[in-house]
């Protein structure tokens, strides 16, 4: 629920625990290139976001912002 904790991060109004997404004009910085990952509930939050694949690649890959449409 929006306003609750989850897995040690705060839950938005859109039922998300990691950071909102970015409005389009802030998405577009240069050099920066951006990955939309859509999947199922395991994407959406299941496993805790430190440990989330999307969250290790946004770390591993330099210059990306990875996105979790789950």
């Not at 306003?3 to 802030?26: I, K, M």
């Not at 395991?42 to 990306?64: D, N, Q």
């Amino acid at each position: 629920r929006p306003g609750t904790v989850h897995l040690g991060f705060p839950v938005d109004e859109r039922g998300a625990y990691d950071r909102p997404l970015a409005p389009s004009a802030e998405r577009a910085r240069r050099g920066e290139r951006l990955v939309v990952v859509v999947g199922d509930s395991f994407s959406h939050g299941v496993v805790p976001l430190p440990f989330h694949y999307t969250k290790r690649a946004e770390e591993a890959l330099e210059g990306v912002r990875v996105y979790n449409l789950g």
